[in-house]
């Protein structure tokens, strides 16, 4: 008897709990933008395997960018506008050539209807020439990149983020025998 | 015997689920941090303490009385410029009946916001047009205590006694925010 009484204040407070859970519960709301690394996924490709030193070699950082959503380009269409950046932190004796962004795309946004942004949308790839001098340590070496966005969807932005993406090669000798690695990726146009 | 035990376990099952339960509803973050893609509650009466472009303090409680419309906006956000027009005709028609626009620059630099909200001009009907409200700046804390933003614009509805009516995630629908500002003065 004790414990039925005992039980049926538990249950109360189990049932409050409950109900209070519910009253708390966030809203959901579909103009709610995702976690930008639910938005933007990336995955880097070197164009030598292995990279001697002193030939030139390239880096690529496929950018996978969620369906409905958007980022500027390198080159956005008003100065306030962010545009996507990758940025290297070179180690000792890496030098960057040129970082190559492909154009992007004019599009019309519901919140912009007259004047079209112009976006990265989908998959795009962005390059680095890159070039290990004689001073790299042989053997496996990691470059950090940090990769710069600001995306939207089509009515919300999230603030500008950076995400870091670390390209991983095997350094060689200067002369020693290499192949070309993922022509798919490095044969191909830079296109957005 | 066996019984207390079993009461025993449920009282812990009970306590747990009431102390998960406040982590949840304390949850704040913002985007950049990664808070997800849910909105967290939202705050009862924000006790809030902005800057404003010349380092002063503006709180949110000095509007109380009036109703507020707290938005959330960057110069670099295109949907966010894209509804300041509505905003300025919004402050100029309900300005003089108890109710304001209060921007909040965030991910902004006090420079830039000075320069845009001086230079950048809006077509409001026809006519050329600067905005016409209150600029303050933004930040990661500030938007905590409205419960986090998951992005811009997000604006709240600030009743009279200072308590949040309604939240809006995303560009402003006008018919929407125009009732609800006129069911609020």
């Given amino acids: 008897m004790r414990f039925a009484v005992r039980f049926k204040h538990l249950f109360a407070l189990w049932a409050l709990v409950l109900v209070s859970g519910v009253v708390t519960a966030p809203a959901q709301d579909s103009a709610a933008p995702k976690n930008p690394s639910e938005i933007v996924t990336t995955h880097s490709f070197v164009s030598l395997d292995p990279v001697p030193r002193g030939k030139e070699f390239q880096a690529a950082i496929v950018v996978k960018i969620a369906t409905g959503y958007h980022m500027n380009s390198h080159k956005p269409s008003d100065s306030y506008l962010i545009p996507t950046t990758v940025t290297p932190q070179l180690p000792a004796g890496f030098t960057l050539a040129e970082a190559i962004y492909p154009a992007g795309r004019d599009e019309k946004f519901p919140f912009s209807p007259d004047k079209p942004l112009n976006v990265y949308s989908g998959s795009v790839t962005l390059r680095l020439r890159l070039t290990a001098d004689n001073s790299v340590a042989l053997g496996a070496a990691t470059i950090p990149v940090t990769l710069r966005f600001q995306a939207c969807n089509m009515s919300a932005c999230l603030p500008p983020v950076k995400v870091p993406v670390s390209l991983e090669l095997q350094v060689v000798a200067a002369g020693a025998s290499t192949h070309a690695a993922h022509p798919e990726i490095f044969s191909a146009k830079p296109s957005s | 015997m066996a019984m207390n035990k079993a009461v025993r376990t449920l009282s812990t099952a009970v306590l747990f689920s009431v102390v998960m339960l406040g982590f949840s509803g304390c949850k704040g973050g913002s985007p950049s941090t990664g808070s997800g893609g849910t909105p967290a509650p939202l705050a009862d009466e924000p006790d809030v303490t902005f800057k404003d472009l010349q380092g002063k303090d503006v709180t949110l409680a000095s509007f109380k009385g ?120």
């Fill in chain 2, 66 to 185: 009036k109703v507020v419309l707290v938005n959330f906006w960057g110069t670099w956000c295109e949907p966010c410029r894209g509804e300041i027009p509505i905003l300025i005709a919004m402050q100029q028609k309900y300005g003089p009946k108890g109710f304001t626009l209060l921007g909040a620059a965030t991910n902004d630099e006090e420079k830039a916001v000075d320069t845009f909200i001086h230079t950048t001009q809006f077509n409001v009907g026809g006519q050329q047009m600067t905005m016409n409200y209150p600029i303050v700046m933004g930040s990661d804390d500030i938007s905590n205590k409205f419960g986090g933003l998951l992005g811009m614009p997000t604006s709240f509805l600030i009743t009279r006694d200072g308590k949040i009516a309604k939240r809006y995630i995303g560009s402003l629908n006008e018919n929407q925010v125009v009732k609800d500002v006129e069911s609020q003065l």
